[in-house]
Structures are given as structure tokens and as C-alpha cells.
Nanobody, 126 residues
Framework: QVQLVESGGGLVQAGGSLRLSCAASVRDFSSYYMAWFRQAPGKEREFVSCISWTGVNIYYADSVKGRFTISRDNAKNTVYLQMNSLKPEDTAVYYC???????????????????WGQGTQVTVSS
């Protein structure tokens, strides 16, 4: 069983930055593909970014490319999402997800992930 706990969300003005963290309670964290998704009120959960087991392969949604950066520290069992130049449309609950195996590249579908965190709220004011 994998438990994921997100942190770092909050309220920020447009143009500001936040850094989300996701701590995983699992022994073999480096065996999991990690991702961030987000869900705004009334909308479906959407892919934001993901990172492969060793961090070699990274993917971003077009809407965040150039503004968000995903990274992971396998020694700390943690994945991060650095969010810069935030926009009001980035407002959502952000979820961390883990997958041991992926069958599609990029792995940008919720159905590919086995474990999910409880989410952290990010609110960007205009």
C-alpha cells in the first residue's frame, strides 16, 4: 500500500509562485512513476505533469509548460511541483499520483495511476 500526502498549497496572487510537495510512504519509491493532476470546481481531473522513475523522462501539459517544473528526490521519497507565473486559471485542487507501471507515454490519464493523495488546494487571485 502506498500513501501519498501533498502539501504546499495556498492562496497566492497572479504571477506568484508555490512549491507543492508529495511525500510517499513506500519502501521502493524509485519504482513508481509520479504525477501531478489537478481538478477545478465543476471540471474533470486533468493531467499537469509526470516524471519517470529516475527522473529522465518528464512530461507537462501544454497549459503549464514553461511555468511549472516537476522533480523528485528518491532519497526523500518526495516529488515536487514548482509553480511559477501562476494564473487564476491554475486554481484547483492538486493531486499527487503514483503508478508502478505505465502502458502509455506520456502517462497522462488518471486511469494509469494506482495511488492518489488527498489533494492540496491552490488558489490564485487576480
Amino acid at each position: 500500500q502506498v500513501q501519498l500526502v501533498e502539501s504546499g498549497g495556498g492562496l497566492v496572487q497572479a504571477g506568484g509562485s508555490l512549491r507543492l510537495s508529495c511525500a510517499a510512504s513506500v519502501r521502493d519509491f524509485s519504482s513508481y512513476y509520479m504525477a501531478w493532476f489537478r481538478q477545478a470546481p465543476g471540471k474533470e481531473r486533468e493531467f499537469v505533469s509526470c516524471i519517470s522513475w529516475t527522473g529522465v523522462n518528464i512530461y507537462y501539459a501544454d497549459s503549464v509548460k514553461g511555468r511549472f517544473t516537476i522533480s523528485r528526490d528518491n532519497a526523500k521519497n518526495t516529488v515536487y511541483l514548482q509553480m511559477n507565473s501562476l494564473k487564476p486559471e491554475d486554481t484547483a485542487v492538486y493531486y499527487c499520483a503514483a503508478a508502478r507501471a505505465v502502458t502509455k507515454l506520456p502517462p497522462d490519464r488518471t486511469t494509469l495511476y494506482d495511488y492518489w493523495g488527498q489533494g492540496t488546494q491552490v488558489t490564485v487571485s487576480s
